[in-house]
T-cell receptor, first 117, second 119 residues
Framework: GAVVSQHPSRVICKSGTSVKIECRSL??????MFWYRQFPKQSLMLMAT?????????EQGVEKDKFLINHASLTLSTLTVTSAHPEDSSFYIC?????????????FGNGTRLTVT | AQTVTQSQPEMSVQEAETVTLSCTYD???????LFWYKQPPSRQMILVIR??????QNATENRFSVNFQKAAKSFSLKISDSQLGDAAMYFC????????????????FGQGTILTVHP
């Protein structure tokens, strides 16, 4: 089945530094990937839609300069949390759908737990 | 914009019993998809069941079935013969069927319901 690999699974960084999270579709091409954020025992909130070769579409209230998204190929999207602060500590999950399959389901990565100290 | 509401923050069930998780949604679209996802402590999102809005027949997957009431915009999940491994957070989700636009395929999630299974 389709696999989405997300790396790293856990990261601890100091306040003020930047962290990059990768989301790869291993066995399918993904024109579109989605980045979600989840606080403990809460829902997944869509942060942005990542489209290969174009600028990401950010949801209202999400700072595009803080959460940089790059989708440079059909199999890789990256989320960079710039100048991270403790309030950015959260669980980040990416998902992707196969480009060439109509109504293909979304496949999720295993998530990244970010802790900013 | 579409919204998804799960009004039960927590539910519990005895092993081997049946439990129903509620979900309502709001949309002006006529064609869409509804999903139930399971998120165990590992945080991995696992698709439990999927329903196409144009289908009147309720979807079933082994012990999992849904009660889809399109007019009422209700989409509940029934888990029969509950097992300890069913304990998790369950999310109801909505996806538009409109293939246009750059956000095609995005899911809108409900707040989630934490399900506890007692032995």
């Amino acid at each position: 089945g389709a696999v989405v690999s997300q790396h790293p699974s856990r990261v601890i960084c100091k306040s003020g530094t930047s962290v990059k999270i990768e989301c790869r579709s291993l066995d399918f091409q993904a024109t579109t990937m989605f980045w979600y954020r989840q606080f403990p025992k809460q829902s997944l909130m869509l942060m942005a839609t990542s489209n290969e070769g174009s600028k990401a579409t950010y949801e209202q209230g999400v700072e595009k300069d803080k959460f940089l998204i790059n989708h440079a190929s059909l199999t890789l999207s990256t989320l960079t949390v710039t100048s991270a602060h403790p309030e950015d500590s959260s669980f980040y999950i990416c998902s992707a759908r196969a480009s060439l399959v109509y109504n293909s389901p979304l496949h999720f990565g295993n998530g990244t737990r970010l802790t900013v100290t | 914009a579409q919204t998804v509401t799960q009004s039960q923050p927590e539910m519990s069930v005895q092993e081997a019993e049946t439990v129903t998780l509620s979900c309502t949604y709001d949309t002006s679209e006529s064609d869409y998809y509804l999903f139930w996802y399971k998120q165990p402590p590992s945080r991995q999102m696992i698709l439990v069941i999927r329903q196409e809005a144009y289908k009147q027949q309720n979807a079933t997957e082994n012990r999992f079935s849904v009660n889809f009431q399109k007019a009422a915009k209700s989409f509940s999940l029934k888990i029969s013969d509950s097992q300890l491994g069913d304990a998790a957070m369950y999310f109801c989700a909505y996806r538009s069927a409109d293939a246009g636009g750059t956000s095609y395929g995005k899911l809108t999630f409900g707040q989630g319901t934490i399900l506890t299974v007692h032995p």
